[in-house]
């Protein structure tokens, strides 16, 4: 049976039980900041005030340099995200092959801009530039998951996997 995720967006004091968790797991270690956050962020999806403030005072790190820290990795993020990540590529060789039709789609039926998570926190959007595989544009990843030579007749296909 799988552990059930809190919402994302939605951290609650006893969320913090397991930043607690996440913070005693590599207190001490030599780099501990960086796989204290990457734990965080696997439970809430995305990285709560409360819990950094929480990690500043378990460690001793100041906030300024937890917050230095989760700006600069872009695999952080501030904002609630939701539990699926659905990257479309809109780099030269996806974008020829009709990369934004397939973006707008998904747009469609996500009912969200790029950049924007859905309501339920089921889906944030996003746009990248070049994922590597460029011989199998147009590419759409899902949680590291890659799709390619997608159009947009195939989004609700791909998108269906994930309801
Ligand atoms: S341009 Fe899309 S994978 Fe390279």
Do not use: W
Not at 13 to 18: E, F, I, L, P
Not at 22 to 30: C, D, H, M, S, W
Not at 114 to 134: A, I, P, Y
């Amino acid at each position: 049976m799988s552990e059930k995720k809190p919402r994302a967006g939605q951290a609650k004091s006893k969320d913090m039980a397991d930043v607690s968790a996440a913070v005693n797991k590599y207190k001490g270690e030599l780099g501990q900041l960086i796989p204290i956050l990457q734990d965080i962020q696997a439970k809430f999806y995305y990285l709560p005030k409360e819990a950094l403030i929480q990690v500043s005072e378990a460690t001793d790190i100041p906030l300024s340099r937890i917050y230095s820290v989760a700006t600069f990795f872009k695999a952080f993020s501030l904002e609630p995200r939701g539990r699926h990540m659905v990257s479309v590529c809109l780099g030269t060789a996806c974008h020829v092959r009709g990369a934004p039709k397939v973006l707008e789609q998904i747009e469609r039926n996500l009912k969200i801009s790029r950049g924007e998570t859905t309501s339920d926190f089921k889906f944030t959007l996003e746009t990248v530039n070049c994922m590597g595989c460029c011989a199998l544009g147009p590419v759409v990843r899902i949680d590291g998951k890659y799709f390619g030579e997608i159009n947009a007749g195939k989004v609700d296909s791909i998108l269906n996997k994930y309801e």
